[in-house]
């Protein structure tokens, strides 16, 4: 089928825009490069060196013989986002194409300011431009599971039947996001849910867990087609960070106690889980949403995982509890359904099974790239506009992680770092 | 105490500003005629002869010895809005400075990107502002009881106690917003939710019904005091325009069946629960929900009341039925709870009682203002974007109430020229 992958150079789009292209669907790409700025704007690199979109098509090309059109412009854009709709006629859209860091957006107000509008407006054009020219066509949205926040109750796929006061009704699951970025994705499924009512457009909004990995049969083809790994404390997630920290010897940095649940799952399921949604598209003025992940975990938990697998690699890994820059509960209940995809033929890989092939061997084998200077939280979500978040890092400097004396050291100036930007998060 | 009212020359706004500085509080407001500006764009006037805001607070001022503050700007810049906070040092700050139409918000792409962009933006520049220079200040922020939707079970108060598989919780009530503006009040709730959970901001969302009547204590005190009276298709309240409608004997357009049910008050009590809500502020760290209304009445049991004020003084009024231009249940159980600013003090004023001096004698008083053109919906819910609906009136001809023989023809011509508008959306 027809499908538009919507911030396809970034971290999940470039992998699903390969998979999609791969098993046979007519694939193009919509990408304004802001992902690429936001690590120039940080001071950041991502582990794996990544190559310009432009040469990542044409190796693609060549490898497989498949094209994958190219559109260079933002979504945000009306005129350039609805000529590619009438351009490409597309069957599906999947919408990656959003500022998707929590820290990013708590950084300070002109960072919320900017990824909610951003988020927000890119939506809005689409829902407009499906309604205009391509009403039939079937939007995959990307949400996340951190719309639901940490209620002390189940976690529905959704929506949730309640029974009050003698009566019933299904109604959209409350939500109670962490963080102007999360806040922006339920913005987002609240203009979503009323599009599909007001105009008849058919939606899946897929709440995704924590991503980690970055192999795909498709990214293996070839060096050039790696994909992105970010472990810096803005746009790493946990598993990613956790996995270069062990790699150079540095202690893997918990947030508070570390009881922080949440989903996860393999890049290599989101992908699948992508193809899933469209192939399998929702009826017109259906809003469906799927809770796309195959695991909880807590952060403890991923921890005591991370530091069993260096063991197997010879690695010693400790584990620091630094205060938690976040606001959110350090321990709670947490129990997400996550069926829907899986009756639709998902078949999950276990974190277990990947974790060192997909990678703690990708942080080995590029640790003379990291830079222990970003890995550290510098923004604060009770204290957004210190200056510290703002400051890019200046002359980073390069860890050989065979430098294995400095170990300790290292870890007692990140840990009073931390002290330092969180002067009142002490716990 | 200290209050500033953002959006203080709209409608909500005059009257509470007022009513705070006649009770004794030091009142600031905050205005950047927008609401004007919409009046020019849309070619229509409020049926009231407003002043301009620098004449109402300078008689204002000689009436009542009462001096209103002025900061004129945008609450969308950032700058501005902080030196308002550092300058003024409010102790509550009253939030009405939004796009509040629905209508508006579903003309087209633009204003619906233009409605979330400005509510939303505003409202995350109030939170960031009080944050930083004002923690203790309290927001009283004007939602809409559009926030809940028309669940089949009954509304609370903003949050709602769920059983669910054992377990139980108190969560935000889910949100099915009927409109791009609507839904830019619920973007605004979450937000305001986040803040007070993450900053330890006090807050107060006033979730109001519909508001209806222009008489206050205060705004009669003078001509040049006088009140906003919005009756046309986008900024006009159903109830406003029925009494403009039975005025000038013209039918009163009821959307669908008109068993679409809504909260609704007096704007009476719209002021005296804004002094309230500040009196008792919420507490540190709390986001707290009131729904704002006195009384529940479906589209024709209003059309009804007014039919009946209309005999009483001596008007001949029919009733019309138009295809509901919006998306919306035309019949639907509805039972919202209302009962914490009657906790707080509020003795509401009833509209049986007040229906013919506040609202059908000021229809009357100013019916050669009445621009019968501006009455029949022009934006439709499931075609934004129609050129009619962007189309300014041209050439408004005043219609003069007296004129009683042109009274049918025109109901005629009313009717056919909504069926034009919206051709898809026949019963």
Not at 22 to 29: E, F, Q, R, Y
Not at 92 to 114: L, N, T, W
Not at 161 to 174: A, K, L, Y
Request: a negative charge; glycine letters at 8%.
């Amino acid at each position: 089928m027809r499908v538009v992958v919507l911030g396809g150079d970034g971290y999940c789009g470039w992998a699903t825009a390969l998979y999609l292209s791969k098993n046979g669907h007519s694939v193009a790409i919509v990408d304004n490069f802001a992902r690429r700025q936001w690590d120039h704007e940080l001071g950041v690199e991502t582990l794996t060196p990544i190559r310009p979109l432009a040469e990542r098509l044409s190796v693609w090309q060549s490898l497989t013989g498949e094209t994958i059109k190219l559109f260079v412009g933002d979504v945000t854009e009306y005129d350039f986002l609805s000529s590619v709709i009438q351009n490409f006629e597309p069957e599906a859209v999947v919408h990656f194409a959003e500022q998707r860091a929590a820290p990013y957006s708590m950084i300070d107000r002109k960072h919320a300011v900017f990824t909610q509008v951003n988020n927000v407006v890119g939506t809005l054009n689409l829902l407009f431009a499906l309604r205009e020219f391509q009403p039939d066509c079937h939007l995959v949205k990307l949400g996340t599971m951190g719309e639901y926040g940490t209620p002390n109750i189940d976690i529905e796929e959704g929506y949730i039947t309640i029974e009050h006061n003698g009566r019933r009704d299904t109604v959209p699951f409350p939500k109670q996001p962490g963080s102007f970025y999360h806040l922006s994705k339920v913005h987002d499924s609240h203009n979503i849910m009323f599009a599909c009512r007001a105009w008849g457009l058919r939606a899946t909004d897929l709440n995704q867990g924590v991503v980690y990995g970055t192999m795909t049969d498709e990214v293996a083809l070839g060096e050039a087609l790696i994909n992105r790994f970010d472990y810096d404390d803005v746009f790493g997630t946990v598993l990613n960070r956790f996995c270069v920290q062990a790699a150079i010897g540095y202690p893997l940095t918990v947030y508070g106690k570390g009881g922080q649940t949440r989903g996860f799952l393999d890049i290599r399921d989101t992908v699948r889980c992508i193809e899933i949604a469209c192939l399998n598209p929702a009826a017109r003025g259906e809003c469906r949403v799927y809770n796309q992940f195959t695991e909880q975990f807590s952060v403890l938990d991923l921890a005591h995982m991370v530091q069993t697998a260096g063991k197997e690699l010879g690695l010693k890994v400790e584990i620091d509890h630094l205060a938690d820059p976040r606001v959110e509960a350090e321990e709670h209940y947490y129990n997400a359904k996550h069926s829907k995809l899986i009756e639709l033929g998902l078949e999950p890989h276990m974190l277990s099974d990947s974790l060192l092939d997909s990678l703690m061997n990708v942080a080995l084998k590029y640790r003379d790239r990291i830079d222990a200077n970003v890995m550290l939280p510098r923004v604060n979500w009770r204290q957004p506009g210190n200056p510290a978040a703002r400051k890019p890092v200046e002359a980073p400097a390069r860890l050989v992680a065979a430098a294995a004396g400095k170990s300790n050291g290292s870890r007692r100036n990140a840990a009073a770092a931390s002290r330092e930007l969180h002067p009142k998060a002490g716990r």
